[in-house]
């Protein structure tokens, strides 16, 4: 099976998040960045079903020069190559955008799956891969907990709402968008770090695949939410906090 | 192109009530706008849906009603949506931000050009046409998207950012529509939905929740919360990615695709306060928060908040819980 799997890079959790001068988006110069966890689940997906099924994982970003870093990883983990798009204004591409440019890139591999992450954690519009799937004229399914093999296609599992499931059949070629936990992680081993260095990152740029940024959507501005519950904040130590807290439990809500 | 166009959404003739509050979002942005708003519904004899929504303030219900919508499958909504939209042409298709929405919105609005501005949380009129709001960061911060191009605009609702309680009554003409669709272009093949076992774990009766989230950094420091959750007589709850991580049970999982709980009391430890999380909680009574960072989301929910680390506000939390059960 060759497997192509969408990565994105974005800022490592819990950063301290600011917006930049233009008010588009934040300052990106003092953050850390690291794999978008939903993809970091779709690449462990790949990997594990070249393991059952033989073939190829061939890891694709579109980021900046920084996410060579995170295909780096992936190649650490298992993935055999990779295909970097470089872009330092990512912005300035919308997601439709965005999905051309990767779905070109794929076209020419005439892979059997695609896998990405089913949103990442900076825009989280959730739709890179339905939209991929559009343009490459496959069909998808979102959400994906589970996917084997089944005739001379696959079966998946969807998450639906409220613990329900539901499991679709669908031909290959596909493009599956896979949400956190449907695997355990796996780290690089020293050998793997050791055998990246040597494995091929195709460098290509969106002028190359022929796509330009005409976004169809803007960010027009970018700011900090407002507040509109007044959340009582209990100051103090941790234990003065905890005091108080207990205080309130006990007398306004009543439940100790 | 004109006119506010709200796709509802059912399985198996029930709607699913974030519609309702899309509805209403719809008749707002068409009233501020100067348009009208209609709604449409899919499926396989759903006139008695259709008939439930000709008595709200709309222009027009359309009923695409077909065999092959029966079951949900991207390809045939996708395929049937786009036949309507094309008739209809609204300026403007609004969606509840589901499960289902994520599966085939983005596909449909690729076939006009467009991309679906997903899970707004508002909008503004801005020169006769809308800006929408939606969070960036799960909810750390803000962005106001602006749609461009020649439209039609796509655009999904999140839950709770509109009530449905302010949906207006009306009357609205029903129109039946019925899309060519053929078996051959439906790829997929859905199976029944199904519940992975029966849940041992109650979590809707309980009267206090103790829900630890990655704050906890790991499975380790469980116990900690724990024994917050025994002094409190509290069941323990849980963020997603601590079930994930199988630190504990999938049926301790709380938000939108675990259970939906709404205690006298919830304390969320560790928890940022993602949508998917604050569906699942946001009904309790109480809502305590104690999480390092000011500016995490779950304060946006909270009636009481601890700023802090959660390594010491919770051992000195059980220390006074104990004390003053005595
Ligand atoms: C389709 C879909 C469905 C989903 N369904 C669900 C669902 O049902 N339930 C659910 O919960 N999530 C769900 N999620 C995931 C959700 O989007 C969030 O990723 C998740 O809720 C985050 O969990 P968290 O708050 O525990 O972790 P994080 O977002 O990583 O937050 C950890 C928090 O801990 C704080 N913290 C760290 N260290 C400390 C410390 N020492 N002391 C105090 N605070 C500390 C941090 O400041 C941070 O705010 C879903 C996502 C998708 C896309």
Redesign the pocket.
């Known amino acids: 099976m060759k497997i192509i799997v969408s990565i994105k890079q974005v800022p490592v959790?819990?950063s301290q998040l600011r917006i930049d001068a233009s008010g588009h988006w934040i300052q990106e110069n003092d953050l850390s960045f690291e794999i978008n966890e939903p993809d970091a689940y779709a690449l462990e997906e790949g990997l594990q079903l070249k393991e059952k099924h033989g073939g190829e994982v061939i890891a694709l970003c579109l980021g900046p020069a920084r996410a060579s870093q995170t295909i780096r990883e992936a190649l650490a983990k298992g993935a055999d190559r990779a295909i970097h798009i470089e872009e330092e204004n990512l912005t300035s591409f919308d997601t439709l955008g965005i999905a051309k440019l990767l779905a070109k890139a794929a076209e020419s591999e005439k892979p059997d799956l695609i896998l990405t992450g089913?949103?990442s954690d900076d825009l989280g519009s959730g739709q890179t891969g339905v939209v991929m799937a559009e343009i490459l004229g496959l069909p998808s399914a979102t959400?994906i907990m589970a996917v084997e093999t089944a005739g001379s296609g696959i079966r998946v599992k969807r998450e639906l709402e409220d613990g329900w499931f539901q499991n679709v059949e669908m031909p290959l070629p596909a493009v599956l968008t896979i949400?956190s936990g449907i695997n355990k992680l796996r780290y690089a081993t020293l050998m793997g770090i050791k055998k990246a260095k040597t494995k091929e990152i195709k460098r290509l740029r969106p002028a190359e695949l022929g796509v330009t940024a005409a976004p169809a959507a803007i960010i027009e501005r970018v700011y900090l939410p407002q507040r509109t519950k007044q959340t009582q904040i209990l100051e103090g130590s941790a234990k003065e906090a905890a005091a108080k807290l207990v205080e309130k439990l006990k007398f306004e809500v009543r439940v100790i | 192109m004109s006119g506010v166009l709200v796709i509802m959404e059912q399985r198996g003739g029930a709607w699913n009530r974030m519609s309702w509050e899309t509805l209403a979002a719809g008749q707002q942005l068409a009233a501020q706008t100067g348009q009208t708003a209609s709604t449409a519904v899919a499926g396989q004899g759903i006139g008695a849906l259709a008939g439930e929504l000709a008595r709200k303030k709309l222009e027009r219900v359309y009923a695409v009603d077909h065999a092959l919508l029966g079951a949900y499958t991207a390809d045939g909504y996708t395929a049937a949506l786009e036949q309507l939209i094309r008739k209809a042409s609204p300026s403007l298709v609004l969606f509840p931000h589901t499960?289902q929405v994520r599966d085939f919105a983005p596909k449909l609005a690729t076939r006009f050009g467009q991309v679906l501005i997903s899970d707004t949380i508002g909008f503004r009129v801005d020169g006769g046409a809308p800006v929408f709001a939606r969070q960036l960061f799960?909810g750390k911060l803000n962005a106001d998207v602006k749609p461009g191009g020649a439209g039609p605009y796509f655009a999904s609702v999140q839950a709770g950012a509109f009530r449905a309680d302010q949906l207006q009554d009306g009357s609205a003409q029903v129109e039946n529509f019925t899309p060519d669709l053929s078996a051959d272009e439906i790829r997929a093949k859905p199976l029944d939905p199904f519940r992975e076992s029966a849940r041992a774990v109650d979590l809707t009766a309980a009267e206090i929740i103790v829900s630890v989230?990655?704050?906890i950094k790991e499975k380790d420091n469980i116990p900690i919360v724990e024994e917050l959750a025994k002094a409190l007589g509290a069941e323990l709850a849980a963020?997603?990615?601590?079930c994930d991580s199988g630190w504990l049970p999938m049926e301790r999982?709380?938000?939108?695709?675990?259970q939906t709980v709404s205690p006298k009391v919830y304390l969320a430890v560790?928890?940022?306060g993602?949508i998917?999380?604050l569906v699942?909680m946001k009904g309790a009574k109480t809502i305590v928060a104690?999480?390092?960072?000011s500016n995490?989301p779950i304060f946006e929910v909270a009636d009481y908040g601890i700023v802090g680390?959660?390594?010491e506000v919770v051992p000195a939390l059980v220390e006074e819980v104990k004390k003053a059960k005595g």
């Open positions: 959790r819990d089913l949103q959400i949400q | 499960y799960q989230g990655r704050g963020s997603r990615p601590i999982q709380v938000g939108s695709s675990g560790g928890i940022s993602a998917q999380h699942g104690i999480n390092k960072d995490a680390d959660l390594f």
